[in-house]
């Protein structure tokens, strides 16, 4: 897993707009091998994975396979709602890497996706998909995808030709509201790395990206409301990056992006990188750019449609903007007693145009337009991993952040982004029992919640703390017995997190009996997972 800090848009494109995560598959020619992993849980979900790997020729190849399997209706707080979303889920990847001259680079992936993801009242099933008798919402994926890389045949030049594509399709309902959409992505990019003038690397590149959008929402409908008209959307880019040593201390990157996008024109992305290293232990990074996001609003949040409220569009939205700057320090420490890493970080993210999803300003409805003002995310985190010499480890992160917006000059907290997380883990092994004794957790600060007017819950969510603990046993052979409990000391949020459950149709709302203080059907006021204490167990096998 590579994490980028800071903006990368210059190199990444569109999103990549104060960081990004990029997940790097194992590469199949590593050792032939063949991986089981199956465990369960007390509250009835079931996990299957397994993976192998084969050389055929000068052919290497992996496979892997994922199944899910959790339909248990449960409802702790006796609101008529399943607390947890029911779902089975399938996934097989394929990756192909092909021997060539010189090591030069050749790989082919596939991934394919399904789910049935769904959840609602406790007498919910299929057959009322779509009505208003028995409220539930239903979720069926399909996914498919496509990755490449080629390294052209030039004589001692590294160009490189990289390209995806990929079809998400998408059948929902959310109560009585339909969400059916079709989205497909694709991608090419030419890359040629170059070394001159003794410290200088040079990365060149020139890309695009084609978008298809449709769904039944006014997101792709006509002016007029009548007609259907799906997105299409190219989005042509280059590039030029600059990685200059000034000595074994010193290195400066730099890069430029020049995207074109029909509806917003030029987009311009810069991006300064300087890392200084006074010794082997010690790293000081400062970096600062900026980045672009043209955002589909469901195709990132279609959880919006959850619910009763209205989902109201009172603007064409533009895409937004950001500056960023980041400064990191690293540094590496050896103990008599092992060695420790530290990992600290300043970070400011400045929006403009920023699309936030207003909760406030009617009850009923989630309004989205760009803000008339600017969004800013300050923040510290700090990473420590300590490794002993007697195999013991631990982790301690925690992040400080404050994420605002200034709209006709006034501020306001975002909702759902609290101010403190932190996150730790503990890993002791008992080398003469083959035992590893593992405990994690994590800890939230309060955070501000939509609520209602007169609403009888509070704006802001307690303080709350979720910890697991784990013990794995290694046979021999590659074969691992584990088990544990996830939630240890059972925290449940609020047992209201959902307003008005009886009437999720909101055919009461106007009962001054049933409703004297006008509410109406609304799940979003939500902190935290809605499961407690449950133990699990599973079983690993490696075969080589």
Known sequence: MEVVKGPAASLYGSEAMGGLINIITKDPAEKPELRFDLNGT??????TDAAGSLRLGKAQTLLSANYFHFTEHRDINHDNFTDVTLQKRFSVFNKWRFERKDNRIASLAFRYLWEDRYGGEMLWTPQWRGTDSIYGESILTNRYEIIGNYQLPIENQKVIFSFSYNRHQ???????VPYLADQRIGFGQLTWERHVWQRHDFLFGTGARYTFYDDNTPVTAQASGMENAPQRTWLPGVFVQDEWTFDKRWKLLSGLRWDYDKR???ILSPRLNLKYNPNDDNTLRLSAGSGFRVVNVFSEDHAALTGGREVVFAEALEPERTWNTNLNYTRFQNTPFGFINFDATFFYTHFFNKIIADYDTDPEKIIYQNLNGYAENTGFSLNSDWNFTNGLKAMARFTLMYVTFVENGHR???IHTPHFTGNWSLSFPVARLNLTLDYNGHLTSPMRLPVFPNDYRPEQSPWFSIHNIQVTWRGKNGFE????????FNFYPRQ???LRPHDPFDKKTNDPADNPNGYTFDPSYNYAPVQGVRGFMGLRVALQ
Do not use: A, M, P, R
């Open 412 to 414: 306001e907290w975002q």
């Open 170 to 176: 998408q059948d929902s309902y959310y109560g009585d």
């Open 264 to 266: 917003h024109g030029n």
């Open 42 to 47: 007390t509250y009835g979900e079931f996990n």
């Open 481 to 488: 017995i584990y088990g544990g409990v996830k939630n240890l």
């Open 496 to 498: 209201d997190v959902i």
